[in-house]
């Protein structure tokens, strides 16, 4: 039997995750066929379990009510017939298991009599859900909780006593349950909710969840910002079938809709205020920090009428300069560039740095405006990364023996570069600024004769709004098109695209990116051009973390193409540039299946550049002290 564990992580309280469980109950209509289907749709949807409903109809209901309804309240003329026609049978239960345990996907069942019950534990469960009808039925919760098995217990029906009293004969019996805010008529109307009800809950047990009979998504969307641990409501393929539950059912569209909701809203329900690199960027841009009004000296004593607050924000802020006042400055700095708490600090110049001996071809970031203090590094590569304004600007730097790496820009005029676009204006501008770098880089190569010089392009596939990862062939195809309108002369420059993140930082925010990302993509397009690849090992990180991928099985696939790497720590799926061993990446395993290939490398840690390129620095000590047998 399939078992993901996450139903124990829910009850041991180990799980900031929400466990979803969509009731396909009797919406089967007794079909195993339909069941099936059902089971699929689920999971499909991104649910956790799906759950069904089994009863042994002799004991629950008297043999005069099962043989003629009739003599019985009016519901049951109809209710019976209903019950007998959509019972499955308990081979058709076994199939089921065996489709949940194929999709991995966790069974629960609702048991409504003793009969039932210890057949649903002899077919094996993940838990038992208890029907609000059976709250306080507690011989038949006894006996389910002797199995050892999580009981999930509905609420609806009963009043705030009822429920009290239940739990209290619960703890009295250890009983392993949550309970789950119901309501029970279907549909229920929104008034008769009470989701401020959940607090009182949490009073009742550790675990508290929300079964939905209400029409629509939203609520147990609104459920989960409460605090449910468990969601549970129906689903089905026609709201107009009869049965009872049907129209109180949603359909697999809205069923993705509020799974992709409320896996969204967990990741939005953290406690701590931290800022991301986006917001970083934009604090930098817009935020006020300390300039000086004139040259500062090393030595110098800072007083307050030495400085002025303006952007970018990436010194010392107004809420902080109170501690640096009297301080004596060791680095100079000159008016109006922004007083970083650095320039307190002894640090290494780059004249000042270990002569670094690895055996690849490693190098270091830069922007022609620095370079003049890059150089001195004599670094084997040397990867400028440009703007749009950079291509203008007439570069003419001392003869040199680095390998020269240029980085296309991935923004014009306030836009990304995206060949995978179907906008000709979006997709000319874009081979526009591409064959412009193409250009700039074979002009300037004379200054590296070293080696053929090489290309880092981003060719795009991002959108603002999330799709469908089948559309990523799409975007290759669309790609490769494009592509073929470029003009270059592959003996005079290796044109290498580089692999990028799920979820980039551009512009300001967050984009959904589906263009090459995918390693099949990246070969495919780079293998039709006879083209190299540029390897992100944190992008194919951040990748492989949003897709439960294994990087090293990735690197793997993706290293026979690749020219050059880019090197820096990840975390989750958008924590880029994050210096080594401050993220989540193995390096060990990583960089043990590219150590037979010869490529160049550069770090990529995020700002790395800044304060003499310190952050770099630190990077490469760290892959010198570590990992130089692989590089």
């Known amino acids: 039997m399939f078992d ?3 139903i124990n992580k829910i009850f041991s309280l180990k799980s900031n995750e929400t466990y979803i469980i969509a009731e396909i109950g009797i919406n089967h209509n007794g079909s195993l066929d339909t069941a099936i289907k059902l089971i699929e749709a689920s999971k499909e949807a991104g649910v956790d379990a799906v759950k069904f409903q089994k009863r042994h109809l002799e004991s629950i209901y008297s043999n005069e009510i099962l043989d003629n309804a009739n003599n019985s309240e009016w519901s049951f003329e109809y209710l019976i017939p209903l019950l007998k026609e ?12 065996k489709k949940c345990d194929d999709l991995e996907i966790d069974l629960i069942v609702t048991p409504f009599d003793a009969e039932s019950a210890k057949f649903i534990f002899e077919l094996g469960v993940s838990a038992f859900k208890i029907a609000s009808a059976d709250m306080t039925n507690i011989p038949l919760l006894k ?3 002797s199995f050892n098995v999580p009981m999930i217990i509905s609420t609806g029906m009963w009043n705030d006593k009822d429920i009290e009293i239940c739990t209290n004969i619960y703890k009295q019996n250890n009983f392993k349950y949550g309970l789950l805010l119901a309501q029970s008529t279907y549909p229920a109307p929104y008034e008769t909710l009470n989701l401020n009800y959940i607090n009182t809950l949490k009073k009742y047990s550790d675990i508290v969840g929300y079964s939905g009979h209400e029409r629509g998504v939203f609520i147990p969307i609104s459920a989960v910002t409460m605090g449910c641990k468990i969601i549970e ?3 089905t393929f026609d709201k107009n079938q009869k049965g009872p539950d049907h129209k ?3 359909l697999p569209d809205e069923w993705k809709e509020m799974v992709s909701n409320i896996r969204m809203l967990e990741k939005a329900l953290g406690d701590k205020k931290e800022i991301n690199q986006a917001e970083i960027q934009n604090k930098e841009a817009f935020a006020k920090s300390a300039v000086p009004i004139r040259d500062l000296p090393s030595g110098h004593v800072l007083i307050k009428n030495d400085i002025i607050f303006k952007a970018p924000g990436k010194g010392i802020f107004p809420h902080e300069i109170d501690n640096y006042y009297g301080k004596v400055i060791k ?6 560039h922004y007083i970083n708490q650095t ?3 002894e640090i290494i110049k780059l004249s000042q740095w270990d002569n670094f001996n690895f055996s690849k071809q490693w190098g270091v970031k830069c922007r022609f405006h620095d370079y003049a203090e890059y150089q001195v590094l004599n670094s084997p590569c040397i990867e400028f990364h440009c ?16 390998e020269l790496i240029i980085h296309a820009p991935e923004i014009f005029d306030r836009q990304l570069v995206d060949i995978c676009s179907n906008d000709k204006n979006i997709v000319k501008k874009s081979l526009n600024i591409l064959q412009r770098s193409i250009d700039k880089t074979i002009e300037i190569s004379s200054y590296f004769p070293k080696k053929k010089p090489k290309l880092v392009v981003h060719l795009g596939g991002m959108f603002l709004n999330k799709r469908e990862l089948s559309d990523t062939s799409e975007l290759t195809n669309i790609a490769i098109e494009n592509f073929k309108k470029l003009n270059y002369d592959e003996n005079l420059i290796d044109i290498i695209p580089e692999n990028l993140p799920p979820r980039p930082w551009y512009l300001g925010g967050e984009w959904f990116q589906h263009g090459f990302m995918l390693e099949e993509d990246m070969i495919k397009f780079c293998t039709y051009f006879n083209l190299g690849i540029t390897y992100d090992i944190c992008h194919a990180s951040l990748y492989c973390n949003e897709f439960n991928i294994d990087l090293v099985d990735y690197t793997k696939r993706i290293m026979p193409l690749v020219k050059h790497i880019h090197i820096s720590d990840a975390y989750g799926n958008n924590g880029e540039g994050v210096q080594i061993g401050e993220g989540s990446i193995d390096f060990e395993n990583v960089l043990k299946e590219i150590k037979e290939y010869q490529f160049t490398w550069v770090p990529e840690i995020w700002s790395g550049h800044l304060h003499h390129g310190a952050g770099t620095y630190k990077c490469m000590k760290i892959l010198d002290t570590k990992f130089n047998r692989y590089l």
């Open 4 to 6: 993901s564990g996450k």
């Open 86 to 97: 959509v019972e499955l049978k308990e081979d058709e239960y076994k199939i089921i298991r």
């Open 143 to 145: 006996l389910c909780n």
């Open 233 to 235: 409501k129906h689903i």
């Open 248 to 250: 109180a059912s949603m």
């Open 331 to 336: 680095n100079e700095v000159k008016k109006d």
């Open 343 to 345: 320039d307190f600090e």
């Open 387 to 402: 703007s749009q304004t950079d291509l203008d600007i007439d570069f003419k730097p001392d003869v040199s023996q680095s």
